[in-house]
């Protein structure tokens, strides 16, 4: 991590990943519960009692609070929240012509890369008849549905087909046929799921599945350390995941 101080907001399950992970990089948390201190930092209620100490912010929230961070936020800020709606994602954008802000769907360099097989297999099976479906599971304590990793991976295949598709999140009640144009996204929860997420290109006699099986939030926590050192010393600006691969 180098010298890179920073602050959690939210110290869910991936707030106490990033934390084991970094240890002494934390020199602050902040969570809306009332929590005692970690052994290296202290834990606030509120962001402003403790911007001036880190050089980096990574939330781990929920997306009802993201919109105030947004607005409060100094220094450099990475999002790992999902399921953010439209008004807050336009705050975003807005607010990163001020501070630099990283924003992806989904943390994992494997989601990704997968991503990007699947947009170049979508792109290469063009015209052959293939239909192409996502299929994403999670714990159920998820609230978003379908999960931003779908609609990362859906979005990813449309734009490269000039977006073509119509998302489909549910047939009940349909009494008709597959339309040619459409990408049904499905949502299963249960459990205690981490996250799996499967991009199925099904032909006449043969089907494509491409999966991604998240076995533990540490692979999350990485990619947010790895985009917090990637974002510290960077002018104001949106950036993605595709920023720090490239």
């Given amino acids: 991590m180098g010298d890179t101080r920073i602050i959690i907001h939210?110290?869910?399950r991936l707030g106490y990943a990033v934390a084991d992970l970094v240890g002494n990089w934390v020199v602050a948390a902040v969570d809306p519960k009332p929590m005692e201190a970690f052994e290296h930092f202290e834990v606030y209620q509120n962001i402003e009692d403790c911007m001036n100490?880190?050089?980096?912010?990574?939330?781990?929230?929920?997306?009802?609070?993201?919109p105030a961070l947004v607005e409060k936020a100094q220094i450099p800020l990475v999002i790992c929240t999902t399921g953010l709606s439209g008004d807050t994602l336009m705050?975003?954008?807005?607010?990163?012509k001020r501070v630099p802000i990283f924003l992806s769907a989904n943390m994992s360099l494997g989601v990704n890369l997968i991503a990007k097989l699947a947009a170049q297999s979508a792109?290469?099976?063009?015209?052959a008849g293939f239909d192409i479906e996502i299929i994403e599971a999670h714990h159920n304590q998820k609230?978003?549905?379908?999960?931003?990793?779908?609609?990362?991976?859906?979005?990813?295949?449309?734009?490269?087909?000039?977006?073509?598709f119509e998302y489909v999140y549910d047939r009940s009640g349909r009494l008709e046929k597959r339309?040619?144009?459409?990408?049904?996204?499905?949502?299963?929860?249960g459990g205690s799921i981490v996250g799996e997420h499967t991009i199925i290109l099904a032909g006449a006699?043969?089907?494509?599945?491409?999966?991604?099986?998240?076995?533990?939030?540490?692979?999350?926590?990485?990619?947010a350390i790895a985009a917090a050192e990637f974002l510290k010393d960077k002018p104001a600006g949106l950036y993605t995941m595709d920023d720090l691969l490239s």
């Fill in 123 to 127: 792109v290469a099976l063009d015209g």
């Fill in 10 to 12: 939210g110290m869910g």
């Fill in 53 to 66: 100490y880190g050089d980096v912010i990574i939330d781990c929230s929920h997306g009802a609070a993201v």
């Fill in 91 to 96: 705050k975003i954008s807005e607010a990163a």
């Fill in 179 to 189: 339309g040619k144009n459409e990408l049904g996204i499905s949502a299963i929860r």
């Fill in 205 to 223: 006699g043969e089907v494509i599945e491409i999966t991604h099986r998240a076995l533990s939030r540490v692979i999350f926590a990485r990619g």
């Fill in 143 to 164: 609230l978003d549905s379908p999960s931003g990793t779908a609609l990362l991976l859906a979005n990813s295949i449309n734009d490269a087909m000039g977006g073509k």
